[in-house]
Nanobody, 119 residues
Framework: QVQLVESGGGLVQAGGSLRLSCAAS????????MGWYRQPPGNERELVAA???????NYADSVKDRFTISRDNAKNWLYLQMNSLKPEDTAVYYC?????????????WGQGTQVTVSS
């Protein structure tokens, strides 16, 4: 099992910045990909950004050039630096990790942290 705990959400004005953090614990040795997803009010969960164990990144078009994902493998942390925030970035943000065991992918989620951007 992998436990994920997010922190860093809150209320910010448009144009402001926030940094989300996610602490991973438990059976973390075989974690491969990690990422951030978000679920806006009344909408489905969507990918924001992902990063492989080797550091390759992938971003949703809506956040490119504004958000930066990073991970500290030694300390088992995942981060999301969010700059130039817009009201449409308002959502619950979830940390995700994938662990491979016996060639089977296991997905884990944090409890979510609320990000609210006021106009």
């Amino acid at each position: 099992q992998v436990q994920l705990v997010e922190s860093g959400g809150g209320l910010v004005q448009a144009g402001g910045s926030l940094r989300l953090s996610c602490a991973a614990s438990g059976s973390i040795a075989s974690i491969t990909d990690m990422g951030w997803y978000r679920q806006p009010p009344g909408n489905e969960r969507e990918l924001v950004a992902a990063i492989t164990s080797g550091g390759n990144t992938n971003y949703a078009d809506s956040v490119k050039d504004r958000f930066t994902i990073s991970r500290d493998n030694a300390k088992n942390w995942l981060y999301l630096q969010m700059n130039s925030l817009k009201p449409e970035d308002t959502a619950v943000y979830y940390c995700h990790s994938r662990r491979v065991r016996n060639k089977i992918n296991h997905d884990y989620w944090g409890q979510g942290t609320q990000v609210t951007v006021s106009s």
